[in-house]
């Protein structure tokens, strides 16, 4: 099943980091350490969200851990020492939250989203909903765009629509106007004619002496 989620940088395997940006919506299920687990899980893959900041909001506050976040107007380095000793940290916390329900991580989020994805039983889901470092468990699900034809918002299609009107969408924009846009258009005089300087109309030759 494909992720919800949209890359903000490579997405790799559990040996490497990955960045996946935080998705509108993301905790569709909460745990953030509330101590009782949720029990409406159901098998199937989700996305297991993480307390601590990702490389690219981490401002600093974790022992030995220098701050990461870029500066105004800077670009994150994701290859800077800070980054990839903090990205390993995160990548660390993550593998022992996993294990402690036995769930093998697919990805591995932690420059843009502190996450992994992971395939869950229910009842490790629910365990790891009452895990004080996670803070969202989301199903990862395959999301279709949809969107409303612009022939039917603008009026065009349909019964009643312009081009029922006017002899049908296969005549649509014929008509003299249209031939006459597209000859001032491709076949007309350049707007702009550059005149002659005086040594392009020279024509003879130079005398020599």
Not at 8 to 28: E, H, K, N, S
Not at 178 to 186: D, E, P, T, V
């Amino acid at each position: 099943m494909t992720s919800t989620l949209v890359a903000a940088g490579a997405m790799v395997g559990v040996t490497g980091a990955a960045a996946a940006p935080m998705a509108p919506g993301l905790g569709g299920i909460i745990g953030a350490g509330i101590g009782q687990p949720v029990t409406d899980f159901t098998a199937g893959r989700y996305i297991v969200t993480l307390a601590d900041e990702a490389v690219a909001t981490y401002t600093g506050g974790v022992d030995g851990f220098a701050a990461t976040t870029p500066g105004a107007g800077a670009r994150l380095d994701p290859q800077s020492r800070a980054s990839e000793t903090y990205s390993d940290y995160l990548g660390d916390k993550q593998k022992a939250v996993a294990a402690s329900v036995d769930a093998v991580i697919d990805y591995s989020y932690t420059l843009a989203l502190n996450a992994f994805a992971a395939e869950l039983t229910a009842r490790q889901a629910a365990k790891l909903s009452a895990e004080k470092d996670v803070v969202a468990i989301t199903p990862d699900e395959l999301k279709h765009v949809t969107a409303t034809s612009s022939t039917d918002f603008m009026g065009l299609s349909g019964d009643d629509g312009v081009w029922a009107k006017t002899g049908g969408a296969e005549t649509a924009g014929g008509g003299r106007r249209h031939r006459r846009a597209r000859h001032r258009s491709g076949a007309g005089e350049p707007l702009l004619r550059r005149r002659p300087a005086r040594h392009d109309a020279w024509r003879g030759s130079v005398p020599r002496w």
